[in-house]
T-cell receptor, first 110, second 113 residues
Framework: KQEVTQIPAALSVPEGENLVLNCSFT??????LQWFRQDPGKGLTSLLLIQSSQREQTSGRLNASLDKSSGRSTLYIAASQPGDSATYLCAVRRDNDMRFGAGTRLTVKP | ETGVTQTPRHLVMGMTNKKSLKCEQH?????MYWYKQSAKKPLELMFV???????ENNSVPSRFSPECPNSSHLFLHLHTLQPEDSALYLCASSQDRLNTEAFFGQGTRLTVV
């Protein structure tokens, strides 16, 4: 059974810092990995999708990497802003199922 | 606007009530999903529909009954729920059910009293 772990569970940084969020998974037989953002009480917003054959994807200040063989992905956020404060979730897909981690709650202080 | 719309946004229901959650996607996708998000737990997959056929039922109690009348609409019918069913219910869609990007709605916050 696929297990997805996100470390750290919570992170607080001052505005302007670069930061890395980590996601690990136990079964490397995945189709893709997707990073989401969730604001309190709201739905999920897709940030980046990495197919299993890819190593990384970039969108603006966000860069996600994937090392499928070691079961790891990282989300790099450059020059963090208070508006980046949210919970960040990673999910790995295999067949019909997307397995989610518990998320990293990020707070960026002005 | 994410392209996936859920109604209602909030719902309070008694344990003997019957209610339905609605999800509509405007993205032309062929796969739709229901997820449950409880406090301090990862999202849990409940049901998957592909081309209007249910392809996954993730050991969900029968008090939850999904319906997919067409590729754009997905319902979750609720009856005789328990307080522990209180959660955020999220609908998602993707082009297919294998390896394409998933898009989520804003969710329905359900409280069972």
């Amino acid at each position: 059974k696929q297990e997805v772990t996100q470390i750290p569970a919570a992170l607080s940084v001052p505005e302007g810092e670069n930061l890395v969020l980590n996601c690990s998974f136990t079964d490397s037989a995945i189709y893709n990995l997707q990073w989401f953002r969730q604001d309190p009480g709201k739905g999920l917003t897709s940030l980046l999708l990495i197919q299993s054959s890819q190593r990384e994807q970039t969108s603006g200040r966000l860069n996600a990497s994937l090392d499928k063989s070691s079961g790891r992905s990282t989300l790099y956020i450059a020059a963090s802003q208070p508006g980046d404060s949210a919970t960040y979730l990673c999910a790995v897909r295999r067949d019909n199922d997307m397995r989610f981690g518990a998320g990293t709650r990020l707070t960026v202080k002005p | 606007e994410t392209g996936v719309t859920q109604t209602p946004r909030h719902l309070v229901m008694g344990m003997t009530n019957k209610k339905s959650l609605k999800c509509e996607q405007h993205l032309g996708h062929n796969a739709m999903y229901w997820y449950k998000q409880s406090a301090k737990k990862p999202l849990e997959l409940m049901f998957v529909y592909s081309l209007e056929e249910r392809v996954e039922n993730n050991s969900v109690p029968s008090r939850f009954s999904p319906e997919c009348p067409n590729s754009s609409h997905l319902f979750l019918h609720l009856h005789t729920l328990q307080p522990e069913d209180s959660a955020l219910y999220l609908c998602a869609s993707s082009q297919d059910r294998l390896n394409t990007e998933a898009f989520f709605g804003q969710g329905t916050r359900l409280t069972v009293v």
